[in-house]
């Protein structure tokens, strides 16, 4: 036994080490035995298995099992000698528990090869699929024949037979000597045909050349290949033609899977790419968390320094609400409700909601409807009304709240303000007849307007800017002549715009006018317009240029209705000294409150201006011309456009996304990382969204169904 595993000491030495042990090589010689006792039924079967084998390899060699077959022919396996730890004698619970070697070479038979053997019958008789695809017609076998090198030897063979032996004529020598001068011995000699006549020179018998050329016969003339042969080439070619339909086949097939494959890589690639998006959300989220904490750090700061010496240290600033950055402080239940889902209906109004804010989520809400003079006031928290604020004499146009403070403008020119702590829930619920004779009897002379010498026009007899300090009004300011239907305020500053097409600046804390703002004069005088928006001025002749009354019809909504469009100034906001509007002639107008004079106007719109809103570095308007025109404040062009079906009405916006309010029943949402849009509908309005304001996950929108729905997003 050591001279039949001599020849192999070089590569196995464990089994060189074995046959040297005479011990070892008694344990190999038991388990040869044990082997053969075992497996001789399978032995006897061995040429018949292996042709089994050999016969379904190209149906049960599928990627799956090849790819087994190569993990399992990878790992390294020692001779079952080696494999008992420290060389210690094999026993039969090791023998049984690893695969056995039958001979002396490498090979194994596993558990699944005799499952396999076992099997043979229901291989055979079991249907395989055909594959799907252009070469669903070619199998694995027939494949293989027509690609592998040997398929052209038919070819060849035909080539070779067509040879015919002639005399050496070197037409290589001719071929490389074509491509410069012909040589002057060649330009004598004559032939009778450029394509099959060759002229060879041919000796007598005697050995010496003849004078006289002609030309000979095609060289096919003397050559005769038979019937038989004809035959075979002609099966030869059929043959090679359907070789050819096969790798046609199988090119297009592997054609199809790459454009599969680059379909999967495509979706992988988008899947990513959505990734990356989702990481530039997340950064700006997180941008927007950062400086909220810096506000919020700030804000408590200043209160711990107020509250060491309350005489000397002013009050904590509190950036308003739509400067707001970061996340809000939020019920934890909040987070249990559904996103997208108007989970809030508060019904009390009767016509269409014409405006609305509020303080925070599940805070107060201040909104107003058409029609009507009085503002109604509830609690987030419970969706119930607290009471009405009561003092305007016409329909309130625009609000504002912040923290407990909230101003309002109406179509009566006035803007008041109020203490949303003073509101008394009994005070609204009496008699309305007693309260308008109430309101009359205490107000006797709101309707005589005297001209102060600054141009303010107040109540009399009580001061300028004052008002009923008993009741939630603690401010009226009055000096425009038409309805007043935007206003901004922070900290002791206020604009508003009306429909007298100018705007005032006023001081909260004195509640005088401090500068008035002509937009007339400002079309009249246009600044220079930038580059690339080149819209003329006087887009609207009958309506902006004129000093009279100015109404455009609005585009019909979803549902068909239509209105007139009364307000010349659609919206206001300022930051830092810089001031924005967006009035009736389309037109984006920036304002410097210093000198009160308009230092650029965007033109764009070919609409009305209906809402606007503006950061350090962008302004976003919406307009009747059913567009959202986001605007670079350092260049004046246009940053990003989105059009939709109806005119806008309301917008609101930040590094993230935009929210619209668009003629729909729906709130539109538009994602500036992914670009993409969406909307918002579940439990929503019946009719469309005319006014709309969020924080962070909290939405309130009003629509002409004179109900106001509290969303989650």
């Excluded at 009399?460 to 239907?485: M, N, W, Y």
């Excluded at 004195?510 to 220079?528: E, K, N, R, Y």
Aim: net charge negative; hydrophobic share 35%; with cysteine.
């Amino acid at each position: 036994m050591s001279s039949k595993f001599k020849g192999k000491s070089a590569d196995r030495p464990d089994i060189t080490r074995a046959a040297l042990d005479p011990e070892q090589s008694t344990v190999h010689s038991k388990m040869d035995l044990v082997s053969k006792s075992l497996f001789a039924p399978f032995i006897n079967k061995k040429k018949d298995s292996s042709r089994i084998l050999t016969d379904l390899a190209p149906v049960i060699m599928t990627p799956r099992m090849m790819n087994a077959a190569a993990t399992v022919s990878s790992r390294s396996r020692g001779s079952l000698g080696a494999s008992a730890p420290g060389g210690s004698r094999l026993d039969f619970a090791t023998l049984g528990r690893a695969p056995m070697r039958l001979t002396l070479g490498t090979r194994r038979i596993t558990s699944r090869d005799l499952q396999i053997v076992e099997a043979t019958d229901e291989l055979l008789d079991a249907e395989i699929p055909e594959a799907e695809g252009v070469a669903s017609d070619v199998s694995l076998l027939r494949g293989f024949n027509a690609t592998v090198p040997s398929s052209e030897k038919n070819r060849t063979r035909r080539k070779q037979m067509r040879n015919v032996e002639t005399p050496r004529i070197g037409l290589k020598k001719l071929g490389m000597s074509a491509r410069g001068m012909m040589m002057e011995d060649e330009e004598d000699r004559s032939i009778a045909s450029e394509e099959d006549v060759v002229v060879v020179s041919r000796l007598d018998e005697r050995g010496k050349r003849k004078g006289k050329r002609r030309g000979r016969e095609s060289l096919s003339a003397a050559k005769t290949l038979g019937k038989d042969e004809l035959r075979r080439q002609t099966q030869e070619i059929l043959l090679d033609k359907e070789n050819l339909h096969v790798r046609r086949s199988l090119i297009n097939s592997e054609i199809v899977e790459i454009n599969n494959k680059i379909k999967t890589l495509d979706s992988i690639r988008e899947g990513l790419e959505q990734d990356l998006l989702k990481l530039h959300e997340d950064e700006l989220e997180l941008d927007d968390e950062l400086g909220g904490v810096q506000e919020r750090m700030e804000f408590e700061e200043a209160a711990f320094r107020q509250s060491d010496n309350t005489k000397t240290a002013p009050a904590p600033h509190v950036a308003p609400s739509r400067r707001r950055r970061g996340p809000v402080f939020l019920p934890s239940e909040h987070d249990e409700l559904p996103p997208g889902v108007a989970f809030m209906t508060l019904e009390s109004h009767l016509t269409p909601i014409a405006a609305l804010d509020f303080s925070e989520p599940y805070g107060t809400l201040v909104s107003a409807s058409q029609e009507d003079a009085q503002p109604r006031l509830w609690d987030l928290m419970t969706g119930s009304e607290i009471g009405r604020l009561r003092g305007h004499r016409g329909a309130v146009k625009c609000i504002q709240v912040e923290n407990n403070l909230c101003l309002t403008g109406a179509e009566d020119g006035s803007v008041r303000l109020w203490d949303l702590r003073l509101v008394d829930e009994d005070d609204w619920e009496r008699d309305g007849l007693a309260d308008v004779a109430e309101e009359d009897e205490g107000t006797a002379y709101d309707g005589e307007l005297v001209e102060k010498p600054n141009g303010i026009r107040s109540s009399e007899p009580s001061e300028a800017g004052t008002a009923d300090q008993t009741g939630p009004c603690i401010r009226l300011f009055e000096g425009h002549s038409k309805a007043v239907t935007a206003l901004y305020f922070e900290d002791e500053c206020l604009v508003t715009g009306a429909s007298d097409k100018t705007l005032r600046q006023w001081d909260l804390a004195t509640g005088q006018c401090v500068m008035t703002m002509d937009i007339l004069w400002a079309i009249s005088h246009p600044q220079p317009t930038i580059p690339g928006n080149g819209i003329p001025n006087n887009l609207f002749p009958s309506a902006a240029a004129s000093a009279g009354h100015f109404a455009v019809p609005t585009p019909p909504s979803a549902d068909g209705s239509w209105d007139m469009y009364e307000d010349f100034v659609g919206g206001v906001q300022f930051w830092g000294y810089g001031l924005v509007s967006g009035s009736g002639d389309g037109a984006v107008r920036m304002w410097d409150m210093r000198t009160g004079q308009a230092h650029r106007t965007l033109m764009g719109h070919t609409g009305p201006v209906t809402c606007l809103q503006f950061d350090e570095m962008h302004i976003a308007s919406g307009s009747l011309d059913k567009s959202i025109r986001i605007w670079d404040v350092r260049t004046g062009g246009t940053f990003e456009t989105l059009k939709y079906d109806h005119a806008v009405t309301a917008l609101q916006f930040d590094t993230r996304k935009v929210i619209a309010a668009t003629g729909e029943n729906s709130v539109k949402i538009y994602n500036r990382t992914s670009m993409q849009h969406s909307s918002l509908s579940t439990n929503g309005h019946t009719q469309p969204v005319e006014r709309l304001r969020y924080m962070d996950r909290y939405l309130v929108s009003g629509g002409r169904d004179a109900t106001v729905k509290i969303w989650t997003l």
